[in-house]
């Protein structure tokens, strides 16, 4: 594995301060990374572009399920965790329980917040949060064309 996991982002922030003060900046990307695709593959390799360091941040399952519904998710959050881990380019892995994204990025202040294409700039739930603290949003991946949600309703055949 490449990245380091780190379960509670509370405990990362210690961890990326060291980075700061080897004036590395750092990017988080967050989401649920069910069903790991090419549209994640992409956007985290172009996410990988925007700063030194690259978090990954997951929903933990419970809070995929409240978002998502209930068979979801489909991978336990340690597995998502570890193959999110495995991808090159992270740096490290970790994850959330609140509904938004909120709270990580208040306590980890990341310089530039990761997107997807399927978003703009007021569709970023998080923004007045990165805007006070003065970090960037950046917009990374290709079109939305690719989706967990529609590869588990293939799955169970939907």
Known sequence: MSARIVLDYHDLGPRLED???DRRTVAVANGCFDLIHVGHVRLLADART????????????ESVRESKGDGR???PLA??????????GIDYVTSFPEP???PLLEALRPDVQIKGMDRDVGSVP?????????????FCGDEKTHSSSDLARRLRGG
């Open 79 to 88: 597995e998502r965790m570890e193959v999110v881990a495995a991808i090159a």
């Open 100 to 102: 938004t994204a909120g």
């Open 73 to 75: 998710p489909l991978v």
């Open 126 to 138: 998080e923004r007045s949060i990165v805007e006070r603290y003065g970090g960037r949003i950046a």
């Open 50 to 61: 925007e700063a030194d360091v690259l978090v990954v941040a997951l929903n933990t399952d």
């Open 19 to 21: 980075e700061r003060s």
